[in-house]
C-alpha cells in the first residue's frame, strides 16, 4: 500500500524552528517529485515547496523562501521540511504529498504546526 | 486571493447534478497546464477525484467527470450523495510564479 506519514508538528513560538518529516513507503520513493502542501485552519490548500527525486531541484512559494528548506534522504525514504524563523501566518496542518505530473497522490493524513506565543 | 477561482460553495439536492468551476488565466490553465480536482472530506487529507482535467483514478464513481476550455475548468457531480458533502479544490502549474503549483480557493458542496 501506497503511504505517507508525517511527524514533527507542534507548538512553536514565534520566530522559532520546526523540522517536519514524512516517512514514504510501498513505492520508489527515490522515483517521484516531492511537495509539501500546507492548510490554515478553516482555510485552503496551498502548496508550499517540491524537490526533485535527486534534490538537484527545489522550489518554494514566495512567502517561505529564505526561511524553510525542503530536502530528502533517498536512503531512508523520507521527506523533511525545516522551517526557520516561523511565523504566526505559518500556523497550519502540512501535508507531504507524492509530486506527480497527474496530480498529488497520495498525500498524508497531514501534521499541525502552531506558532504562537 | 488564489490564483485560480472558484465558487466558495455550491449546492445541490440528492440525485441532482452540481458543476464546480475553476477560472485561471493565459499563465496556467490558459497556457495548456493540466487540472487535478481533489477532494477533501471533514477531517480527512485531501484525495485525488479528476487528474489530467478529466480522468478519474481507479476507485473514483464515474458520477464525478472533469472538464476543461480555455482558461477554465469545471467538476461536475451527478447523482449527488449525502457522502458528496465535501470541499472541492482544483489545481494546476502557473508559468509566471517559480516552480509553482497553484491551487483554487477550495468550493464547499452542501447536500441538501
Known amino acids: 500500500e501506497v503511504q505517507l506519514v508525517e511527524s514533527g508538528g507542534g507548538l512553536v513560538q514565534p520566530g522559532g524552528s520546526l523540522r517536519l518529516s514524512c516517512a514514504a513507503s510501498g513505492f520508489t520513493f527515490s522515483s517521484y517529485w516531492m511537495s509539501w502542501v500546507r492548510q490554515a485552519p478553516g482555510k485552503g490548500l496551498e502548496w508550499v515547496a517540491n524537490i526533485k527525486q535527486d534534490g538537484s531541484e527545489k522550489y518554494y512559494v514566495d512567502s517561505v523562501k529564505g526561511r524553510f528548506t525542503i530536502s530528502r534522504d533517498n536512503a531512508k525514504n523520507s521527506l523533511y521540511l525545516q522551517m526557520n524563523s516561523l511565523r504566526a501566518e505559518d500556523t497550519a496542518v502540512y501535508y507531504c504529498?507524492?509530486?506527480?505530473?497527474?496530480?498529488?497522490?497520495?498525500w498524508g493524513q497531514g501534521t499541525l504546526v502552531t506558532v504562537s506565543s | 486571493q488564489s490564483v485560480l477561482t472558484q465558487p466558495p460553495s455550491v449546492s445541490g439536492a440528492p440525485g441532482q447534478r452540481v458543476t464546480i468551476s475553476c477560472t485561471g488565466s493565459?499563465?496556467?490553465?490558459?497556457?495548456?497546464?493540466?487540472v487535478h480536482w481533489y477532494q477533501q472530506l471533514p477531517g480527512t487529507a485531501p484525495k485525488l477525484l479528476i487528474y489530467?482535467?478529466?480522468n478519474r483514478p481507479s476507485g473514483v464513481p464515474d458520477r464525478f467527470s472533469g472538464s476543461k476550455s480555455g482558461t477554465s475548468a469545471s467538476l461536475a457531480i451527478t447523482g449527488l450523495q449525502a457522502e458528496d458533502e465535501a470541499d472541492y479544490y482544483c489545481q494546476s502549474y502557473d508559468s509566471s510564479l517559480s516552480g509553482s503549483n497553484v491551487f483554487g480557493g477550495g468550493t464547499k458542496l452542501t447536500v441538501l
Open positions: 489530467g482535467n478529466s
Open positions: 493565459s499563465s496556467n490553465i490558459g497556457a495548456g497546464y493540466d
Open positions: 504529498a507524492r509530486d506527480r505530473q497527474d496530480g498529488y497522490n497520495p
